[in-house]
């Protein structure tokens, strides 16, 4: 408009006297024609043929003044620039609806348009595909004709509020398709207005997501569930734990975790092998719930090793009771094929709050009591004690023998190299104490470590191991053999010793180790128990150039926004994770995401436990560098590990 507006101006300015009157009324009749086509808003169709008319209506006079053109001349150019302009603006239109159009029909996200009394008035070919109605099934229906009924009367107030209020709703919807299957759609829903108060239509684009769904709802089960048994793994057991412990500190209630443990199921699976084992496990695994109540959780955190949590009871007893009936579920023999199978159970039972207030201790609590159920002839349950309040005979009497051990320094040292996974070659030594008592044998360490723990013994004995230690790889050094570093495992109790620091440095001083040869192994629940102390002590040890270890990694309950805090040199993935591998899932994605976290923060990581090929083949498949376990090598005395150094 504007530009013809222009071109009128113009003409109407130019006033040429060489003009003849029948000239002037064809400019008269084209500027009307002009003003008449343009508040008709086509100005820029008719220029054109109002200019081939004059041709033929004008006399040939007009060809005798080239001057009297010049007003023709000038609108004719604004009219065709002017008409180029228009169309190339009609030109972009069209492109863009048809590019609207052809989305709305290949979109795969279904799209239904419903006026504003909430009839269907427009649908797209993927809400056809989608919901199984086509388009002159649904048009003029209402968008109820999709209830699946599993909504209540709430959520649709509170979804219509939302659109009301904000213009808009995003959700997820369960609704029904024209063959009656229900599927679950995230959609989101928009209010269009045609004024402030005034809705012209609403607009709802969905996509079925029924299927990502459940293929979530399956991969939850897989990461906290066991895969062999069905039954909740250590993860899910941790969170119902931490759960248990805020519903009984709000209520003051106790509760009860029970640690079992099958009598020989070892023997069995070695014997007629895993796949024999693992229905087995099944089995037992079926019996063992049938004896629980709705409330109970039951977990599969090892190959033969389960915890039960009981809560909600009112009497300690109440616990003893359902231990009871668990062992006598297992009396009956277990017919798997032609193979009639015997197997025994062995518990231990320890209580929150008074044998531990989270989940790492109460756990060892009790599976420190199902090795005293063990210890009395096993299919038994046992309650957990205190080893510094049981006054049995042989408890007090290995307490002083082990006293007498530490200060006559009869215990001894064992090496357990560790390997590069990749080469076999020794990149590493730990020390692991050892007592062979001149009445009672070899003890395991998992019998006098706990005692020391309880007593108070276990900072003599960290003590004695680091300065023992230290000075036999320095005798290694002198002998000329490759310079490899000792890992020595330091307790909860000497960790927080405030003069750590000054004792290792005073240890390396007399031994004349170089710093950057001693290794501290440190668990997660050491690290844990204070974090700002624990960082204090470790970025002193650093500064004297030890390296630290994470041992047990996985079981404990270290944060991982803390663990990068750390100045750690290697993770050691804990055996318990190992052991099952490559059979169980769920060990192998955990022992993965190890190995993975280690690459991602630079560290070195070490397997423990490695006892199989299978389970090295694994590790070497997921670059882990380092391996420690029976396979290559069990611990060894010192003058056995040379031959290592040679290798």
């Given amino acids: 408009m504007r530009g013809v507006y222009f071109c009128m ?73 002017y008409r180029k302009e228009t169309l190339s603006e009609m030109k972009l239109t069209q492109k863009k609806e048809r590019m609207a159009t052809s989305v709305f029909e290949h979109i795969t996200e279904g799209i239904m348009v419903a006026d504003s009394l909430q009839t269907i008035q427009y649908v797209n070919p993927a809400f056809s ?36 209020l904000r213009g ?29 108060d005034s809705v012209a239509y609403y607009i709802a684009v969905f996509k079925d997501i029924t299927v990502q769904k459940q293929l979530e709802a399956r991969l939850r089960h897989q990461a906290y569930h066991d895969t062999v048994t069905g039954l909740p793994n250590r993860l899910l057991l941790n969170e119902r734990i931490a759960e248990a412990i805020q519903h009984a500190d ?69 616990s003893v009771a359902i231990a009871q009936n668990m062992i006598q579920s297992l009396t009956s023999p277990i017919f798997l094929g032609r193979h009639e199978l015997y197997v025994t159970v062995s518990v231990g039972i320890s209580f929150y709050p008074n044998d ?78 050892r007592w062979s008592h001149p009445d009672w044998g070899n003890i395991p360490p998992s019998r006098f470590i706990p005692l020391a723990e309880e007593t108070g013994l276990i900072t003599l004995l960290d003590q004695w191991v680091l300065r023992e230690a230290c000075a036999q790889l320095k005798r290694w050094l002198d002998e000329g053999y490759s310079p490899l570093p000792v890992s020595v495992n330091v307790s909860m109790l000497q960790f927080r010793q405030p003069n750590l620091g000054p004792f290792i440095s005073r240890v390396l001083a007399d031994t004349g180790l170089p710093a950057r040869y001693l290794e501290i192994e440190l668990t997660e629940s050491t690290i844990m128990s204070n974090p700002d102390v624990t960082l204090q002590t470790l970025h002193e040890l650093k500064r004297m150039g030890i390296r630290i270890s994470l041992d047990d990694f ?76 029976y396979l290559l090598s069990r611990p060894v005395p010192h003058h056995e590990i040379t031959r290592f150094f040679a290798s």
């Avoid at 989608?130 to 109820?144: F, L």
């Avoid at 063959?179 to 679950?184: A, H, K, R, V």
């Avoid at 349950?381 to 009497?397: C, G, M, R």
């Fill in 250 to 318: 709000h209520n003051r209630r106790i509760f009860a975790v029970l640690f079992l443990d099958l009598d020989r199921f070892k023997r069995i699976n070695d014997t007629l092998g895993h796949s024999v084992g693992d229905q087995l496990l099944k089995t037992i695994a079926e019996r063992l719930v049938s004896c629980l109540r709705g409330s109970d959780t039951i977990a599969r955190i090892g190959g033969d090793e389960f915890v039960v949590l009981l809560c909600g009871m009112a009497h300690a007893e109440d």
């Fill in 554 to 629: 996985g079981v404990g309950y270290s944060s991982l926004n803390y663990l990068k805090k750390l100045p750690i040199d290697t993770i050691k993935i804990d055996q318990s994770f190992v052991k099952d591998i490559p059979e169980d899932a769920n060990d192998k994605a955990i022992v993965q995401t190890i190995i993975h976290l280690s690459q991602n923060l630079r560290l070195g990581v070490i397997a423990e436990g490695v006892e199989t090929e299978a389970q090295l083949q694994y590790l070497q498949s997921q670059q882990c560098k380092g391996i420690q376990g």
């Fill in 168 to 196: 808009s709703w995003q959700g997820e919807i369960w609704n029904r398709r024209k063959n009656g299957d229900i599927f679950l759609e995230s959609i989101t829903i928009t209010a269009v207005k045609e004024s402030a």
């Fill in 129 to 164: 595909s989608i919901t199984g109605y086509t388009e002159e099934d649904i048009v003029g229906a209402s968008p109820k004709i999709l209830s699946s009924g599993k909504h209540n009367r709430e959520f649709y107030d509170n979804m219509w509020s939302s659109i009301r």
């Fill in 9 to 81: 101006r113009i003409m109407l300015s130019l006033k040429n006297p060489k003009i003849p009157a029948r000239q002037g009324d064809f400019m008269s009749r084209l500027i009307k024609a002009i003003a008449v086509t343009a508040a008709l808003g086509i100005p820029f169709l008719l220029p054109t043929v109002l200019i081939a008319g004059a041709w033929t209506a004008a006399p040939l006079a007009l060809l005798e003044s080239f001057t009297a053109w010049i007003p023709i001349l000038i609108f004719i150019v604004g009219s065709f620039a």
């Fill in 356 to 433: 531990g207030r989270d989940a790492h201790t109460l756990i060892k609590h009790a599976d420190q009591a199902m090795y005293r159920a063990k210890d009395q002839g096993r299919n038994n349950y046992q309650l957990y004690t205190p080893a510094k309040e049981d006054h049995t005979p042989q408890l007090l009497s290995m307490e002083t023998s082990l006293r007498r051990a530490i200060a006559n320094e009869q215990l001894h040292l064992y090496y357990q190299p560790q390997f590069d996974a990749a080469t076999r070659k020794m990149i590493g030594i730990e020390a692991l104490v």
